[in-house]
């Protein structure tokens, strides 16, 4: 079974981090998102269980997707998980090289045995960011279009 892993804070998970996740679904046979856990000092972060709980509902249709706290290094994650690929999603070249440093420690550490995959941001979700988000909510805006009511791949 071809499993990868798909990780972030998630604060909140966005229309963009959905669209990565119907892109990368084709590619798996299982697909675990994972939440970065209360271990990180991150003001505002609500609790991994409400963020996994909300991610959860969203593909509670979808068997081949598994949403879990994690706490620790992705690559242990993704170990524990029995996944070789850790999927990302990158937006700009500020993205991508942030990516592709991470990608790189990963396969250091792992001697190859994980691999990142980097999906690119669909046009209109570019410049949508979980930070973007939190800050329009803070001043009152409706967010409501930045966030998924549904997964796009249903």
Do not use: C, W
Not at 43 to 53: C, I, K, N, Q
Not at 75 to 91: L, T
């Amino acid at each position: 079974m071809k499993t990868g892993i798909f990780v972030g804070t998630f604060n909140p998970f966005t229309v963009g981090h959905d669209s990565i996740v119907a892109r990368a679904l084709p590619l798996f046979d299982r697909l675990v998102i994972g939440v970065v856990g209360d271990h990180v000092q991150k003001p505002g972060l609500p609790p991994a269980t409400e963020r996994v709980a909300a991610i959860a509902a969203l593909y509670a249709h979808e068997p081949r997707i598994e949403v879990k706290p994690y706490y620790g290094l992705a690559v242990d994650f993704a170990r524990q998980e029995g996944a070789r690929f850790i999927v990302k999603g990158v937006r700009s070249v500020k993205d991508f090289e942030y990516e592709r440093e991470q990608a790189d420690v990963n396969r250091l550490i792992t001697n190859g045995e994980v691999e990142t995959i980097l999906l690119y941001a669909e046009p209109q979700y570019s410049s949508v960011s979980s930070s973007m988000v939190r800050e329009l909510q803070h001043f009152g805006l409706d967010v409501s279009a930045l966030l998924p009511s549904h997964p796009s791949h249903s």
